[in-house]
Structures are given as C-alpha cells and as structure tokens.
C-alpha cells in the first residue's frame, strides 16, 4: 500500500481524487486533508495568504496520522504566485513541518512537462489573465516554452468548480496553439479527471490538468510508476523522471 497525501484548498473538486484512485487501480491510497482557504480570490494578495506557511502546517498532522509517505500542496495559483524561487521555499518548509517529502501542483506541472517530453506549451487558466501570466512565468523558469496564455478571468474557486466538461473542452480549444506540444489546465478547483481522455481525443495532444498532475506528483516523489490510460498520457509514460 501506498499512502499519498494532498493539502487542499477548500472545497471546489476535490471528488476528483477518489476518481483518480479508483482509476489507479492499485494498492495506492490518496488521502485530502482541506485547508482554510481564507478570502476564496484569484488574486494576488488572496492567494499569497492561501499559501501561507501557517495554513498549510494546520493540515500536516492530519496527513502524517494518516500515513501518508508523501505530501502535495494541491493547489496550483497558491504556490506559482510565489515565484519560482519562493515556491521552492513554500514546499521546502512544508517538507520540514511534514517530516516527508513534499511538493506542490505547480512543480508536478514542471515536472510533468518534462516527463511527456513537451518543450513548448499552451496555457488554457481559469484565472484573470494577470495570475494565468504568473504561471506562464514559473513554467518558463522551469524550462518550458509557452507559445499561448489564454486566461478565463474568473475570480473565484468556487465559480470554477461548477464548470462542466463543454466549458472545460472550450477553455481547452481556446488555449490551444499550432505550436503547442501539450496543453496545460492550472487550476485544482476545475473538475478534470473524468474527462482526460476525452480533452486528448479532441484537442490531438496531451491535455495536463492540476489534479491530475498533483497526483502524478505524489507518485514521483513516492518513486512509483503507474501506469493508468484513463489518466491521459502522463500515465502511460514509464519512467517516471526523478528530479
């Protein structure tokens, strides 16, 4: 058994996770412990508190009870608004709260990018457009071409999970680019895990989304490969690439 812990914000679609274990299909655990989400705002003021050091230990001891052998903050805005340097430093301290490795959703983005071989990307982000620049920047500091940003403009998280599968696929369609070698969906509050298959087949390319690549982290740091179709192609890579 292998036992995975995320920290996340709130509550948007965090039913993504039992869907992903259920996909899984194996003796992997994904345990979700919320945080206080605060002022629920994609902006930067409101996302720098979400990511607060603070917030993010009063989850910890719940996730170390649980067994988890590794820990994912599950929020994408909430750790790239740091820049690349200072998200280094947020899951580094999380790392030394949790007593276990650690990471968050924007370095599994980093990472995944890697792992599928993509060097230029599109960016399809239900944020306003200045927090989707911000992401653009961290993903270009972890070496990644992005050839488009399209932002949505919705503020909060909330609005975001209510969004069904023809809003995802648009926002997808709209991000992306000719260029474009994967397309990349940064928000854990938008419901993706029932439909990666479906967004690859339409858009001809790999699609990469928060909570999927959340838990791809967690594996990575886990150092377990897994392979699982439904997922899209990120789980049908093996390797895993281990940074």
């Known amino acids: 058994m292998t036992a995975l812990g995320f920290l996340y914000p709130g509550h948007s679609a965090e039913d993504d996770y039992p869907r992903i274990e259920q996909l899984l299909g194996s003796d992997i655990r994904l345990t979700v412990v919320h945080t206080d989400i605060g002022e629920d705002a994609h902006r930067v003021d409101a996302l720098l508190e979400m990511g607060s050091a603070a917030r993010l230990a009063a989850g910890v001891e719940e996730l170390r009870l649980s067994g988890a052998e590794a820990v994912v903050w599950a929020c994408t805005s909430g750790?790239?608004?740091?820049?690349?340097?200072?998200?280094?430093?947020?899951?580094?301290?999380?790392?030394?709260?949790?007593?276990?490795?650690?990471?968050?959703?924007?370095?599994?983005?980093?990472?995944?990018?890697?792992?599928?071989?993509?060097?230029?990307?599109?960016?399809?982000?239900?944020?306003?457009?200045?927090?989707?620049?911000?992401?653009?920047?961290?993903l270009k500091d972890a070496g990644a071409e992005v050839v488009g940003v399209r932002g949505a403009g919705i503020v909060t998280a909330a609005e975001?999970?209510?969004?069904?599968?023809?809003?995802?696929?648009?926002?997808?369609?709209?991000?992306?680019?000719?260029?474009?070698?994967?397309?990349?969906?940064?928000?854990?509050?938008?419901?993706?895990?029932?439909?990666?298959l479906a967004l690859e087949k339409a858009l001809s390319k790999p699609v990469l989304t928060a909570?999927?690549?959340?838990?791809?982290?967690?594996?990575r740091l886990s150092d377990r490969r897994v392979n699982a179709p439904e997922l899209g192609t990120l789980f049908t890579k093996e390797p895993i690439v281990q940074v």
């Open 79 to 138: 750790s790239f608004v740091y820049g690349w340097q200072g998200a280094h430093d947020q899951v580094r301290a999380l790392a030394r709260t949790a007593g276990l490795p650690a990471s968050s959703t924007s370095f599994g983005f980093a990472h995944a990018v890697q792992e599928i071989g993509a060097r230029r990307v599109a960016v399809g982000a239900t944020y306003p457009e200045d927090v989707a620049a911000l992401f653009a920047a961290f």
């Open 160 to 196: 975001v999970a209510t969004w069904e599968y023809d809003q995802v696929l648009a926002l997808a369609r709209a991000a992306d680019h000719p260029d474009a070698e994967a397309v990349l969906l940064p928000d854990t509050a938008l419901h993706t895990a029932s439909h990666l």
């Open 211 to 219: 909570n999927q690549v959340t838990v791809w982290e967690a594996l």
